[in-house]
């Protein structure tokens, strides 16, 4: 049982847009940033998102974060075949005082 | 570019020590700046992260409560790389294992080791 909670999983059609949605509280996502993550099969995840909505070098712009009171979301546009993967959300919990991790949605690109 | 080198053993047997070295290049064991992690990755249990090291001023350790009787990082400084030891491991403890760079955001990932706990 994650501490964060995410869809298992979303569908949509190449070239539309898909939210991918983080459900935490008070003691994580209200508080700290949210990360967002891209792990394709067979490889380690890969930031996509840090600090709520800020892109590392490198990432495209069809890819932005946001973040609402205890919630975070993933939008992704522009969907390509490639962008099939499991996506994860992650912050800092400052009760626990750990880094903790949604359950992963895997995205299907119909 | 930052690079983490995971190795260590794939197998280990029950109530025994998983060992992982995570080695760095591109960036110091020492930075003032970076934060250094290990998380394990399961089926049942998905991105669990386990625990960090970092140096300001001194060396610090954080460890996720599902581990902290058992779990010991340690920095390397003379190898410029850290270590993960878990001990008197059980078959729960399978899972891929990552170390990782990053304060909150993880931005450097090693390769990954799968690490089976069996007799």
């Known amino acids: 049982q994650s501490v964060l909670t995410q869809p298992p999983s979303v569908s949509a059609a190449p070239g539309q847009k898909v939210t991918i949605s983080c459900s935490g509280s008070?003691?994580?996502?209200?508080?700290?940033?949210v990360s967002w993550y891209q792990q394709l099969p067979g490889t380690a995840p890969k930031l996509l998102i840090y600090?709520?909505?800020r892109r590392p070098s490198g990432i495209p712009d069809r890819f932005s974060g946001s973040k609402s009171g205890t919630s975070a979301t993933l939008a992704i546009t522009g969907l390509q075949t490639g962008d099939e993967a499991d996506y994860y959300c992650g912050t800092w919990d400052s009760s626990l005082s750990a880094v903790v991790f949604g359950g992963g949605t895997t995205l299907t690109v119909l | 570019q930052v690079q983490l080198q995971q190795s260590g053993p794939g197998l280990v047997k029950p109530s025994q020590t998983l060992s992982l070295t995570c080695a760095i290049s591109g960036d110091s064991v020492s930075s003032n700046s970076a934060v250094w992690n290990w998380i394990r990755q399961s089926p049942s249990r998905g991105l669990e992260w386990l625990g960090r090291?970092?140096?300001?001023?001194?060396?610090?350790?954080n460890y996720a409560v599902s581990v902290k009787s058992r779990i010991s990082i340690n920095p390397d400084t003379s190898k410029n790389q850290f270590s993960l030891q878990l001990n008197s491991v059980s078959p729960e403890d399978t899972a891929l294992y990552y170390c990782?760079?990053?304060?909150?955001?993880?931005?450097?990932w090693g390769q990954g080791t799968t690490v089976t706990v069996s007799s």
């Open positions: 090291t970092y140096y300001k001023s001194k060396w610090y350790n």
């Open positions: 990782a760079r990053g304060d909150q955001a993880m931005d450097v």
């Open positions: 008070t003691s994580n996502i209200a508080k700290n940033y």
């Open positions: 600090e709520n909505n």
